[in-house]
């Protein structure tokens, strides 16, 4: 095992070291090629380091939305039936810690400077190879560092299994050296196309990159054009291949509401859905019919119930190979499953939705759960996204279901959308005839320089019966969501978060 560097950190250094590095994840044009995303050099660093990842038993889990829910759920109901569970999420929304967890519990600041400063001489060695040779080779990047950070942290914590969420695609993505026991794939959608292709085929085919010989696969994917590449994949592979729809199944309870208050209990928790899922028999491996009704499910929407049955398949498929998961244990880790920031309420009178919405299936998703749960006199939308996002198709889903809009930027990051750009979109799109918009551009669409100021405009805006809801990117929810949680005085500094989405 490779032995700690004699340097001394503190975490702000040990995170300035890390920041320094290659960081596609604050790229304004992130390219997608195998001499810059390629497995070599991830697989090169955990070698140095004692191939941690060789140690692991993981679930690896990609798609273009809902991955992270989904690996979050699986990850609480393995912790609920007693295993210690390593969990690794990208991105971050408040700490770099938030991506490494075990039980639940963040990694601590101190952890994350030992984890620097083993994983330190490794790099250097290889930044310092790279150069002696005179090469152009890129040397370990952040997202490269910090995965293989959280293999060694897994495997020096005696983790019995670690769900492992891909960052980007798939097939190149750095979490893809792992050999999983399952490999999931959540949702097939368009997101960074310019990466991953132009057609839901191209796209599945990069997310189906982490389908390994043998190992069985578990999809939510419905849709005919990516759901056939990924069905081939896993045939050429030699895997069995779980769909929904096909060998299991699920239906879904809103809360009915009439009153956003009415979304909370007396202690101020919120309302959760209710699941029912059905897993059809599979004579071919043995197993039956199993039913499991009124599943409490702690996270709000339809599509967290369908993320829920992708996570209750692979729970199956884990029994199935001797996992002891109880019904209790399943019905406690979904009840108890939270996720920052996803369509998380953070306040009330007014009520405030936070999301990471920043494409158009995951804004499908966000509306629909608005429609379903929140009632409210008026609806205010503080709007921000990244340059490469589709603001437009988000946009033309959002505007008809909002009085009014604030645009603004994170800070944060160099790929935020100019937020006078966003505006002027929106008043494009509420001239279209099909757009279900009409305001008045000058009393209904409002411009900011930065979130903190969007906060104070949108505080002077609203009413105790309104709902203003946040979203657009996953930078943009990491820089609000201190905001609008603590009064504006007292709200702490923002750490950079980064981000594949």
């Known amino acids: 095992m490779m032995q700690s560097s004699n340097e ?6 040990a995170l300035a070291y890390l920041y320094e590095r290659i960081n596609y994840e604050r790229t304004p044009s992130v390219t997608y090629r195998a001499n810059e995303f390629k497995l070599d050099r991830m697989r090169e660093l955990l070698a140095r380091l004692g191939n941690p990842h060789d140690r692991l038993k993981i679930v690896h889990v990609a798609g273009t939305k809902g991955k992270g829910s989904t690996s979050t759920m699986i990850a609480s109901v393995l912790s609920a039936a007693g295993y210690r569970t390593g969990l690794y999420t990208s991105p971050h929304l408040e700490r770099l810690e938030e991506r490494m967890m075990v039980d639940g519990v963040v990694c601590s600041s101190q952890e994350l400077v030992e984890l620097v400063a083993l ?9 310092a190879e790279g150069a002696g040779r005179g090469s152009r080779r890129i040397g370990p990047t952040f997202f490269e560092i910090t995965t293989a950070m959280a293999m060694l942290y897994f495997a020096r914590r005696g983790m019995d299994a670690v769900v492992l969420e891909v960052g980007l695609g798939g097939r190149l993505d750095s979490t893809n050296v792992c050999q999983p026991l399952v490999s999931v794939i959540t949702s097939i959608s368009f997101d960074h196309m310019k990466q991953l292709g132009n057609t839901l085929a ?9 389908v390994k010989p043998g190992i069985p696969v578990v999809t939510g ?13 896993a045939r050429q592979n030699g895997c069995r291949l779980y769909r929904v729809g096909k060998d299991f199944d699920y239906s879904y309870e809103h809360p009915a509401v009439a009153q956003c208050e009415a979304m909370f209990d007396s202690s101020g928790a919120i309302t959760r859905g209710i699941v029912h899922y059905r897993e059809r028999e599979a004579a071919d491996i043995g197993a039956t019919e199993r039913r499991l009704e009124n599943v409490s499910l702690g996270l709000l929407g339809r599509h967290q119930a369908a993320n829920a049955a992708v996570a209750l398949a692979t729970l199956g498929l884990l029994q199935r190979m001797g996992w002891k998961i109880p019904e209790d244990a399943i019905r406690r880790g979904l009840a108890n499953v939270r996720c920052p920031a996803r369509i998380e309420v953070v306040q009330q009178h007014p009520t405030v ?17 608005l429609n379903e749960n929140f009632a409210a006199s008026r609806r205010l939308l503080l709007f921000a996204a990244s340059k490469d996002k589709d603001a437009r198709g988000m946009l033309r889903r959002l505007l008809p279901h909002f009085d009014q809009v604030l645009f ?19 008043r494009e799109l509420a001239a279209e005839p099909d757009c279900g918009w009409r305001h008045d551009e000058a009393n209904h669409i409002h411009v900011c320089p930065d979130p903190q100021a969007a906060w104070q405009q949108m505080s002077s805006l609203i009413n105790p019966d309104d709902l203003v809801c946040v979203t657009g990117s996953f930078f943009f929810a990491a820089e609000m969501r201190p905001l609008v949680q603590q009064p504006l005085a007292a709200a702490p500094a923002i750490e950079t978060a980064g981000s594949a989405a």
């Open 353 to 369: 939705v936070l999301d990471v919405a920043h494409n158009v299936a995951s804004i499908e998703a966000l509306v629909e759960v």
């Open 202 to 210: 191209a796209i599945a085919g990069e997310k189906a990159g982490i």
């Open 221 to 233: 994917v419905t849709q005919d054009e990516p759901l056939t590449v990924i069905d081939r994949v």
């Open 408 to 426: 603004t930027r994170f800070v944060n990051n160099p790929r935020s959308a100019d937020p006078e750009e966003l505006a002027a979109l929106a």
């Open 8 to 13: 001394v950190f503190d975490r702000d250094s």
């Open 119 to 127: 994983i330190r001489p490794a790099v250097d060695a290889m930044d």
